[in-house]
């Protein structure tokens, strides 16, 4: 096992997270260790998270039990990013209620909450939201 004392024990490749220019403010350092916890975490079995540091949302999509077949599957989280208009815009749907104005959102649940069309997740993909917008992804390998 090897220990961990500061970020400069990590090699970090950013070019993993693609070439968002946001990436590295949400910080790729912070985004490599959200995917190894996700990783460990996928050993143990479906594993979908939301963690916020309070800059960045970091979500790992991995694997749920379908309520229809009961067979655990992709997608394990879906997203979906609206820009709202200045005016202000309402989406509701399944208990769901926002308003914004004038923004950029993400919203990011286990199963589509309107009626709009919502992007899934590969399985064990991370994905970096900074600002209502994706900066960063790395798609996972199936387990």
């Known amino acids: 096992m090897t ?3 500061t970020a400069r024990d990590i090699p970090v490749n950013t070019t ?4 968002d220019r946001d990436l590295n403010h949400a910080g ?3 985004a490599f260790c959200v995917a190894s916890f996700a990783m ?4 143990l079995g ?3 998270f939301l963690y916020s540091d309070g800059d960045a949302l970091f979500a790992h999509g991995d694997r749920r039990k379908s309520p229809v077949t009961g067979k655990v599957a992709a997608p394990g989280l879906v997203y979906l990013l ?3 208009p ?3 815009t309402t989406m509701t749907g399944n208990g769901l209620s926002v308003t914004a104005t004038g923004q950029a959102i993400a919203l990011v649940a286990s ?4 009626a709009e069309t919502w992007q899934q997740m590969t399985e064990g993909e991370v994905t970096v939201f900074l600002g209502g917008r994706i900066v960063g992804r790395r798609r996972g390998e199936p387990a």
């Not at 460990?40 to 050993?43: H, N, Q």
Request: include cysteine.
């Open 3 to 5: 220990h961990i004392k």
């Open 111 to 114: 199963v589509p909450l309107t």
């Open 40 to 43: 460990a975490l996928r050993r």
């Open 82 to 84: 609206q820009d709202c």
């Open 86 to 88: 200045p005016t202000g």
């Open 16 to 19: 993993q997270w693609g070439q």
């Open 28 to 30: 790729p350092f912070r």
């Open 46 to 48: 479906p594993a979908n």
